[in-house]
């Protein structure tokens, strides 16, 4: 009986010893891809932020400014957004930002507050030496951080257009579940590659339009592999009740224009959701909202209509 133990315990730990060696290796191979991957497929400039590498990318010339940020988790900004920017460049300057963990920006263990983030941005426009006052177009989350950019820094916001934006008040509906930051082990041991390797991509809908490349769908997929659930989005999405909190029952500024492009889908599955636009709005005169068939990156089939439909709105209220 003692024997059979001592053989059961010894190939534990073989086993064992095995599952950790391989995790190092998935570790260490994963490091190192994504160095040799980011610097290969790198889009747009590097900036200093804080001290830290962030990207972004400017195109067009026209003298408005408009921002794009992304979604949380938004595996490459820069990618997501860019058959609208190359849209919009035709009569803007257009701006996208990856923020800290997102695309080819480095990670950041800083707070991920209304606050940190708004300066952040705030720092990296600067840094491109691109003046305001900006056109902030955000996607989901984002949709918070801009509204509370412009109420801080009313001289630095001339008008918010959303994507299916984020209201502060969803959360008192329902709460976004914590995670964990353990889980972050998963992106630095390389799970999520190893795991995109032995498993065929899924289709996500992102090119049903065929405005993207099929370079551009590539960049996409690895930066999922280099950026899914790392600690600087498990952060961010443990703030979002924090940090809708932080506005709730907050309008936007009276005088400020605002066209939200919401989604089809999303008024259809949630009955609160149009609602809750509805009840940011302080200034119908010049904040409208405008519901759009498709999903909650409406960007990904409606480049056309929101590049049309947004230039049309800064036309007439964006003076």
């Not at 610097?39 to 010339?61: F, P």
């Not at 606050?115 to 996607?139: D, F, Q, S, W």
């Not at 769908?217 to 924090?242: F, H, L, P, Q, R």
């Not at 209509?305 to 800064?314: C, D, L, Q, T, Y």
Request: glycine share 6%.
């Amino acid at each position: 009986m003692r024997k059979a133990l001592r053989i059961t315990r010894k190939v534990l730990l073989w086993i064992i010893g095995i599952i950790v060696g391989l995790l190092i290796i998935s570790a260490v191979t994963h490091k190192i891809l994504n160095s040799i991957e980011k610097n290969k497929y790198k889009i747009g400039q590097t900036i200093n932020v804080d001290g830290k590498n962030m990207q972004a990318y400017v195109t067009g010339s026209g003298k408005k400014t408009i921002v794009l940020l992304s979604g949380l988790g938004t595996a490459s900004p820069i990618t997501d957004f860019m058959p609208l920017a190359k849209r919009l460049s035709a009569d803007y300057k257009v701006v996208i930002l990856e923020c800290f963990g997102y695309g080819f920006s480095d990670t950041t263990k800083e707070e991920r507050s209304n606050a940190n983030i708004v300066k952040e941005i705030r720092t990296a426009l600067k840094e491109l030496k691109i003046n305001g006052p900006y056109i902030l177009m955000p996607h989901s989350i984002s949709g918070i951080y801009s509204m509370y950019y412009a109420i801080n820094y009313p001289k630095e916001v001339e008008a918010i257009i959303g994507i299916d934006e984020s209201t502060p008040n969803q959360t008192k509906i329902n709460k976004d579940a914590n995670m964990s930051p353990y889980l972050a082990l998963i992106n630095t041991s390389g799970i999520v590659r190893d795991v995109t390797y032995l498993l065929q991509s899924v289709d996500d809908g992102m090119n049903k339009n065929n405005y993207y490349s099929n370079e551009q769908v590539k960049v996409k997929n690895m930066a999922t592999v280099w950026n899914g659930g790392n600690i600087s989005v498990i952060n961010e999405s443990n703030m979002v009740n924090k940090n809708t909190k932080e506005l709730y029952d907050v309008k936007y500024p009276n005088k400020l224009p605002v066209l939200s492009f919401l989604s089809k889908d999303s008024v259809d599955s949630d009955k609160e959701w149009l609602p809750l636009h509805e009840q940011v709005i302080s200034n119908s005169d010049i904040q409208k909202i405008q519901v759009l068939s498709g999903k909650h990156y409406l960007h990904w089939t409606n480049a056309d209509k929101i590049a049309k439909m947004s230039k049309e709105f800064i036309s007439t209220y964006v003076k």
